[in-house]
Nanobody
Framework: VQLQAFGGGLVQAGESLTLACAGSGSIFRINTMAWYRQAPGKGRGLVAEITKSGRPTYADSVKGRFTISRDDAKNTVYLQMDSLEPEDTAVYFC?????????????????WGQGTLVTVSS
């Protein structure tokens, strides 16, 4: 299973950006999909996640500004980021809870994307 993240870049405060993360490979089933971020000098933290049934959860710092969504037909999770702030500057990572058809005995595991940099200037 491989994850490829897209959409990072440099924007000004108040602007919007949409990230996408597409899964590929021998995917049997994807359950929860999530976005994490890691700011310079800080640990990685959860930004938002969405269950298979479509229920989202957000970190307090992004509630009302970010929207997570998924397209199961494309094995893709999105993160719409509005009203961006300099504090949102970080490397954003996607993660999916997945069952791989090539390793069925492994059961569900978390696959990670390579990260995409979002920089918000003031």
């Amino acid at each position: 299973v491989q994850l490829q993240a897209f959409g990072g870049g440099l924007v000004q405060a108040g602007e919007s950006l949409t990230l996408a993360c597409a899964g590929s490979g021998s995917i049997f089933r994807i359950n929860t999909m999530a976005w994490y971020r890691q700011a310079p000098g800080k640990g990685r933290g959860l930004v938002a996640e969405i269950t298979k049934s479509g229920r989202p959860t957000y970190a307090d710092s992004v509630k009302g500004r970010f929207t997570i969504s998924r397209d199961d037909a494309k094995n893709t999770v999105y993160l719409q980021m509005d009203s961006l702030e300099p504090e949102d500057t970080a490397v954003y990572f996607c993660s999916i809870a997945v069952i791989d058809t090539s390793t069925p005995k492994r059961g569900e595991f978390d696959a990670w994307g390579q990260g995409t940099l979002v920089t918000v200037s003031s």
